[in-house]
């Protein structure tokens, strides 16, 4: 299994910033992508952004230009920069991570999240 645990969330005034930091642990043979969702009361939970162990990003078009992720493969951790943040931003954020995970039957691909860390963007 992989366990996630996020940190970082809290209360902001628009236009500030914030950090969201996500640690993975557990019987880990290799993350292959490594992200963040957020889920509004009353919508559904929405991709934020995604890096790849190569690399490669994807953002929601509304964080575009706002938000920045980065990993460190080594340590297994992943960051979220928030940067002038709207009320709009206000939601759950979900750390999610695609591994591969080694058990004595054999390896096996899942996907697994954190518990969750509010981000609340006053306006």
């Known amino acids: 299994q992989v366990q996630l645990v996020e940190s970082g969330g809290g209360l902001v005034q628009a236009g500030g910033s914030l950090r969201l930091s996500c640690a993975a642990s557990g019987s880990i043979f290799r993350i292959n992508a490594m992200g963040w969702y957020r889920q509004a009361p009353g919508q559904q939970r929405e991709l934020v952004a995604v890096?790849?162990?190569?690399?490669?990003?994807n953002y929601a078009d509304s964080v575009k230009g706002r938000f920045t992720i980065s990993r460190d493969n080594a340590k297994k951790t992943v960051s979220l920069q928030m940067n002038s943040l709207k009320p709009e931003d206000t939601a759950v954020y979900y750390c999610?991570?695609?591994?591969?995970?080694?058990?004595?039957?054999?390896?096996?691909?899942?996907?697994?999240w954190g518990q969750g860390t509010q981000v609340t963007v006053s306006s």
């Open positions: 999610n991570a695609e591994a591969t995970v080694v058990a004595y039957y054999g390896n096996y691909d899942g996907r697994f």
């Open positions: 890096m790849t162990s190569g690399g490669t990003t």
